[in-house]
């Protein structure tokens, strides 16, 4: 499995983004896909989950803003960020997980000015 994000930027707080990452390679509707974030000199932490059955987790920092949604048909997941905030910024990445099986696409960088 491949996947290759995009649609990172920068834009100013309390601006939006959509975040897309498209999947190579078949069964992408049985992965658990995920949006990562690693800001400078942090580690990497879970944004957005969502399952096979389409069930959702957020980390709580986001909550209420961000959004993860996935399109089976087109092999892609998305991750649309709204109301951003300075410390959203950081490179994301999307990541597929099956069984004991993960993969991580090559991020994108998210930059979000005051």
């Known amino acids: 499995v491949q996947l290759q994000a995009s649609g990172g930027g920068l834009v100013q707080a309390g601006g939006s983004l959509k975040l897309s990452c498209a999947a190579s390679g078949s069964d992408f509707s049985s992965f658990v896909m995920g949006w990562y974030r690693q800001a400078p000199g942090k580690q990497r932490e879970l944004v957005a989950l969502i399952n096979n059955e389409g069930n959702i987790d957020y980390t709580d920092s986001v909550k209420g803003r961000f959004t993860i949604s996935r399109d089976n048909a087109k092999n892609t997941v998305y991750l649309q960020m709204n109301s951003l905030k300075p410390e959203d910024t950081a490179v994301y990445y999307c990541?597929?997980?099956?069984?004991?099986?993960?993969?991580w696409g090559q991020g994108t960088q998210v930059t979000v000015s005051s």
């Open positions: 990541n597929a997980r099956i069984t004991i099986l993960a993969y």
